[in-house]
């Protein structure tokens, strides 16, 4: 950013949720769209192609408490700064259960099932054309257990404190 210090960019998205029974999805969508142009092999380049986003995410609240969600994004190719994407999606998908007053939790998490949050990145600077192929592994299984420690089960209400500063005016 040091040679170039400003990139105006408009970033517009639409998104819902509901809840039919034990389903709540949410779905978002969006465009991010940058105004540049860099200079590349003697002329100046534009680096305007839009990207578009998809998100939805689903939330299932099964019995016995637990929680099931299923994440997907898809992001289609365009220009971020002075390089070019290609596009990338994911799918993810976790279990989630509390016990104790949510006190302990455990979830089981599944990232990038299908592995194919990958996606090709153009540098173009000036002279110099850099490719990278970001094609690395991203699935991963997680397993988390979690513990809250002091959790307070009743909050302070306001009652008594400051009263004689709210006197005094």
Same mark, same amino acid.
């Given at each position: 950013m040091e040679n170039t210090p400003k990139i105006d960019e408009l970033q517009a998205f639409v998104g819902a949720q509901f809840k039919i029974g034990i389903w709540e999805p949410k779905v978002n969508a969006g465009i991010t769209k940058q105004w540049f142009a860099g200079e590349f092999l003697g002329e100046r380049k534009s680096f305007g192609n839009p990207m578009a986003i998809v998100q939805f995410q689903n939330a299932i609240h099964l019995p016995g408490d637990i929680w099931a969600n299923i994440d997907m994004e898809w992001t289609s190719r365009g220009n971020k700064d002075n390089m070019r994407l290609s596009s990338s999606s994911y799918l993810n998908a976790k279990l989630y259960k509390a016990f104790c007053n949510n006190c302990l939790s455990v979830s089981? +998490?599944?990232?990038?099932?299908?592995?194919?949050? *990958?996606? /090709?990145? @153009?540098?173009? $600077?000036?002279? @110099?054309?850099?490719? +990278?192929?970001?094609?690395? /592994?991203?699935?991963?299984?997680?397993? *988390?257990? +979690?513990?809250?420690? $002091? *959790?307070?089960?009743?909050?302070?209400?306001?009652?008594?404190?400051?009263?004689?500063?709210?006197?005094?005016?």
């Open positions: 089981l +998490q599944a990232d990038d099932i299908f592995n194919k949050s *990958t996606r /090709d990145v @153009v540098f173009y $600077n000036k002279d @110099v054309t850099y490719w +990278q192929n970001m094609t690395s /592994d991203s699935r991963a299984l997680l397993l *988390t257990l +979690q513990y809250n420690f $002091n *959790t307070s089960r009743n909050r302070y209400k306001g009652k008594g404190a400051g009263n004689e500063e709210l006197n005094r005016f």
